[in-house]
């Protein structure tokens, strides 16, 4: 039980163009969705925190209107990259709080995204 | 202030002989503490989670961690290294006041030496 999935797994793109990114809770339900980014050989930073059917919270520094943030039910939430620029490759990794165990998150298996 | 601490950012053991990566946390809440595991360009497994319950926690893998509240401390140990435990290790704590937020700590790279 309690996996993520994430898709696609990995994607290039050239510079300008916006990428989707697709985080789905399989087997439970997750009202609380978040978005990380990942720079090699360090650490998740959170990006946002996405709640079903609300607006998306963005920690400082990140842009709302770069990154595009959709909760729409309680088993999908989508990043978008928009207007993807090289400096925005990275490993994105999303995870979902299940609502019953609710200190839990569960992690997906990330998309690397590179931007040419 | 809330805060995570991985003592070790790199640890290498041989294989057969123990794992102990060290995790120390500050918070003035009760936290809720959890070890998970990357390997190379995958996303984050958990291994154990610690929620208030006992304080010896037994996870996946053989891998077990303990809350010591008068340490602040919740290091993670393994008897026996396996050259598939070879990874990073990412101390996480939770608190409640922080609305269901996160903090990670550094990371600790594992090697496994044959």
């Known amino acids: 039980g309690a996996v993520v999935s994430q898709h696609p797994s990995w994607v290039i793109c050239k510079s300008g163009t916006s990428v989707k990114i697709e985080c789905r809770s399989l087997d439970f339900q997750a009202t609380t969705m978040f978005w990380y980014r990942q720079f090699p050989k360090q650490s998740l930073m959170l990006m946002a925190t996405?709640?079903?059917?609300?607006?998306?919270?963005?920690e400082q520094g990140v842009e709302k209107d770069k990154f595009l943030i959709n909760h729409a039910s309680l088993t999908l939430s989508t990043l978008t990259v928009t207007s993807a620029h090289p400096e925005d490759s990275s490993f994105y990794i999303c995870?979902?709080?299940?609502?019953?165990?609710?200190?839990?998150?569960?992690f997906g298996p990330g998309t690397r995204l590179l931007v040419l | 202030a809330q805060s995570v601490t991985q003592l070790d950012s790199h640890v290498s053991v041989s294989e057969g002989t123990p794992v102990l990566l060290r995790c120390n946390y500050s918070?003035?809440?009760?936290?809720?503490l959890f070890w998970y595991v990357q390997h190379p360009n995958k996303g984050l497994q958990l291994l154990l989670k610690?929620?208030?319950?006992?304080?010896l926690v037994k996870g996946i893998n053989g891998f077990e961690a303990e809350f010591k509240k008068s340490e602040t401390s919740f290091h993670l140990t393994k008897p026996s290294a396996h050259m598939s435990d070879a990874a990073e290790y990412f101390c996480?704590?939770?608190?409640?006041?922080?609305?269901?937020?996160?903090?990670f700590g550094s990371g600790t790279r594992l090697s496994i030496r044959p």
């Open positions: 996405s709640n079903e059917g609300s607006k998306a919270t963005y």
């Open positions: 610690y929620t208030s319950a006992a304080t």
């Open positions: 996480v704590v939770s608190f409640y006041s922080s609305a269901s937020k996160i903090i």
């Open positions: 918070s003035s809440y009760s936290p809720s």
């Open positions: 995870s979902a709080r299940d609502r019953r165990v609710s200190e839990t998150q569960y």
